[in-house]
């Protein structure tokens, strides 16, 4: 325990330095995550206003709050780890890695902190751009704002296993696209980024309800923007940490297998 | 004559560099599939809760979607890998055997790669197409028809124009790829009709990277709404374009000076 958390220091100052030398290339990259949450606000408010002014308990500007809080949640939730590791096999670069003394997604998590931290540079003016365009209306509660940044932390956390565990399907197979688009797709609908999960047919929303999809990204939009009762935000930050839970216990138990069966590539 | 012959020997040797990974082919069906069902599945959300959106009905939206298909799959048959391929050969000088080939380089750098596999993004996108034509009660008749070819040809050459100037960036930047990306983010917005967007997105969308032109014009020609006046603007902006893309290639191409050398 104390020997990882020694090391972090280190990796964020290293991933930092990195973030900071790329920032432009990582800007780029940005306009995707400002410009998903923009196109999906800009549907539902169509269809809030053509509805005489609401659909499914939001207006058009309460739209504009939930993806406003969902741009930042998403980015701050986000990892890339799923179309880069099969690089990491292909060529070798796992082998250095391995060889450290500390397990490798300790590395991941402080890059994806650093950059993040450097990115807000271009996420926060988009919000500020989503903000002036669609006046979003939001009334916080002081108990679900102060929730909120456990939660926050946890879906990160979350989103971070499942996704560094899906990863690992690299051990296995050279394909991996597919399966990161079959995560996607159900990401997209699951998570509450194409709709806000109560807009959904019953049977998906509660099919959502018990996967960690909407715990990663939708439970902590609604948390925040002061939608849920105490008792569902209490059931919520349960689901989360059964989920971690799991995700915890499978992260090592597959991780275990695919070192075991890893020979290294390019030496 | 000379460029259909051309594009043919490239296809060819598409064709046979990727049929030895027939796999591909299947795994590629299944990607673009899953991804169609997504852009479908977020139509259908969308249409649980209302009749119309900005105008449009459920089955014109799926004719969108299939124009998207397309479009995207027509990009990444043989631009968008072709255009990847001459940007790497700025970089690594293999662009010099291109300028002694006897053929015009703008001709050889846009064909001389083929991914025949992504014709499957080309294919469902028509059978989204049908099936939204059949669902839309509205005859289309030989007019409409008329009319979505020429949407569908004029967007096609926008977004050719579009990527060969991107390109040509290239030879005063080194890394143009990120570039790229800019096409690919906003690209995704074209899968809802630009007319639903705030004045300045739809600008963007129109003018600045001009998807509009390549999905959203060709789609409202399906069900017939398109007005002549807006099949006319597609037009002059294709012949601009075309024409200043090229004259930005001949000004790029001229301040090449080799990386081998």
Known sequence: MRSWLQVYPAFLRTALLSSIQYRASGAIWMIGSILEPLIYLTVWSTVARSQGGEVGGYTAQEFAAYYAILLLVNHLTFTWIMHEFQYRIQYGSLSFALLRPVHPIHADIAENIAFKAVQLVVILPGLILLCVAFRPHFEPVGWSLALFVPVLFFGFLLRFLIEWTLALGAFWTTRVTAMNQIYFSLLMFLSGRVAPISLLPLWVSDIAQNLPFYYAIGFPVELALGRLSPEAAMRGVLIQLVWLAVSGVGISLIWRRATKRFTAVGS | ?261
């Not at chain 2, 299939?66 to 995207?72: E, P």
């Open chain 2, 1 to 261: 004559m000379n460029t259909l012959r051309l594009l043919g020997v490239f296809l060819r040797i598409g064709l046979l560099g990727e049929t030895q990974y027939r796999a591909n082919f299947v795994i590629q069906l299944f990607e673009t599939g899953l991804s169609m069902a997504t852009a479908l599945g977020a139509v259908w959300v969308v249409f649980s809760q209302t009749e119309t959106l900005g105008g449009w009905r459920s089955a014109e939206l799926t004719a969108l979607i299939g124009v998207y298909f397309i479009v995207l799959g027509a990009i990444n048959v043989v631009v968008a890998p072709s255009l990847q391929k001459f940007m790497e050969g700025i970089v690594n000088g293999n662009f010099d055997y291109t300028l002694t080939k006897p053929a015009d380089a703008q001709l050889l750098a846009s064909l001389s790669e083929v991914r025949i596999w992504r014709l499957a993004d080309v294919g469902l996108g028509f059978a989204a197409l049908g099936i939204a034509i059949v669902r839309q009660s509205a005859e289309v008749g030989w007019g409409d028809a008329a009319k979505f070819s020429l949407a569908l040809f004029t967007g096609g050459v926008v977004v050719y124009s579009f990527w060969i100037m991107l390109a040509t960036l290239a030879f005063w930047f080194i890394r143009v790829e990120n570039i790229l990306q800019i096409f690919w983010a906003m690209y995704t917005a074209a899968r809802w009709p630009v007319g639903i967007y705030p004045g300045w997105l739809k600008w963007t969308l129109t003018v600045i990277v001009p998807v509009a032109f390549a999905v959203t014009v060709p789609a409202e020609a399906v069900s017939g709404r398109v007005s002549n006046g807006t099949l006319l603007g597609a037009a002059v902006l294709a012949v601009l374009l075309a024409a200043f893309s090229r004259w930005f290639w001949k000004t790029g191409i001229k301040r090449y000076a080799g990386a081998s050398s």
